[in-house]
């Protein structure tokens, strides 16, 4: 006789529910899930002791027939894909037709719904084993009842943690799946006590609020980008408020929640430079594209997805943030009770205005010199046409339609330099001035070294400089940046920045080697500046791809919102 035999089916749901139920927040999961496939507006949750006593799901969804439900509960029974075929393009959350006996494979289940016209019924099962189908007074839709979960499962239950850790980790499944459904009322009680209760919203940044509260939906931009068939859409953290812990990421294509870390960071990729090394932003991303560009049965849980040119993907979804951080609403905020974003929400309309200098990043890059006397290029209405003050011989202070910009002198060239050098460094040689008086420089070994390798990208912005034997090396021609620059001072720092790679952490050679020149040539703090000069130096940070951030991850712009300077003085 072989040794090969078919599995019980009760054996056999008992192993699918080992990947598909793994902790309460599962279960809460495909429960809300169905409840949405069946095209509920109001889903209400209960959790008993984190959900190891009892997991409640009730819906106001279109509900079954008696023959229906009693199908539901078994294996590979679903109203949702007949044929294989349909899973390209499925818009359902569920498809396998596993969750159901999975889950009452492993605990107790008490299923009561009603279809549209009829009768209700009302069946217990437990362990797998169907104990009775009843008639009931439910008036309309479904609810599920899971109790004493994993019961008979010892081992799985063992795994289980503290009640109060899986009622978060069920709390952040329906969070997941909330931030999603904008259109639907949820809510969550745990231990009788109501932890969570968002009604229909039109915005993201309002599921934002309900959900994750109303200081990091403040901090948020809106970001949308469309390439070809593909469109990003979402919201993502100011650069100034990311911090290295307790960021969230939530992704969702095409209508469903999954987990991506290559795409969470294409998201990164995008704030290149504009935060801090270690700090990490929050990012809410929804991806919209066509069905069969992607593959959604791939993980037990549905948790993950399979992407047919993910690499399109990325590129789509970090150029999209990188968009979203240029406007002057990305400017870090001075106040924390900072006005939403304008925008739609998820996958809706959205039009940030850039507040200022929005035309301006039409400009062509242009030369390194920047105080040089091109204004004549400036767009119109730029910055420099308003109002601004210098403060401390270190801040402009700025009108804006806003409120009040103020802007760090330094930083603020510093990005201005750094892009031009970028463009000089990929393109064209920057200008460059030969000295009459070639000028001698001092360099350590190190720094003799580090300028040799550098030797190429140092003539590119302008430096032309020759070894003069032991330490010393002449520089015959020197870049013009502004006319306060100190050529020899910089190629001193320059060398010595070189030396001792201060900006390691940007992991692109040339991006480092720009941002070590923009810091060394940008006008220090200190230095007072002539009007002109400030008006030429905010036409020229406008016109920057990425104004608000300076090349260290730190603010160039603060942002004083006026609403907020209103409100301080009782006008609002
Ligand atoms: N809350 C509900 N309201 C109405 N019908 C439901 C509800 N929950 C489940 N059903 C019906 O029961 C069937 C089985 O549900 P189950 O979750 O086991 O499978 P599925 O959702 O089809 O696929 P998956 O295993 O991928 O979740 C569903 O296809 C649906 O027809
Ligand atoms: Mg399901």
Redesign the pocket.
Known sequence: MGRIRILADAVADQIAAGEVVERPASVVK?LV???L??GATEIRVELEGGGRTRIAVA?N????DRD?AVL?LERH????IREAADLTGVRS?????????AIASVSQVTLE?VPGEGEGTAITVRGGRMESVQGTARRAG?S?TVERLFFNTPARRKFLRLPRTEARAAHEALTVLALGRLDVAFRLESDGREVLDAAPVSSLQERVRQLLGPELAAQLLPVSGRVGGIAVSGLVQRPADARPAGRRTYLVVNGRPFRDSFLVRAAEAGYRGTIPAGCRPTVLLEITLPGEQVDVNVHPAKLEVRFRDRFAIERVVEQAVREALAPMGAASQLSGAAAPPAGGGWGGPRALEAAVGAGAATEQAVPLSFFAPDVGRAPEASPSDQRFLQVFDTFILLETPEGIAIIDQHSAHERVLFERTMAALQGDDAASQRLLLPATVHLTGAQLDAVRRHRELLERIGYEAEPFGGDAMVLHAVPNPHPRFDAQRCFEELAADLARDRFGALANRLERFAATFACRAAVKAGDRLSPREIGQLLDRLFACSLPPHDVHGRPTIVQLPRHEVERRFGRA
């Open positions: 495909e899930e169905n409840a496939d069946a819906d969804g279109h509900g079954m229906d539901a029974a679903t109203s949702k959350y569920g498809f396998r037709g596993e969750a159901l006996p719904t479904t599920v």
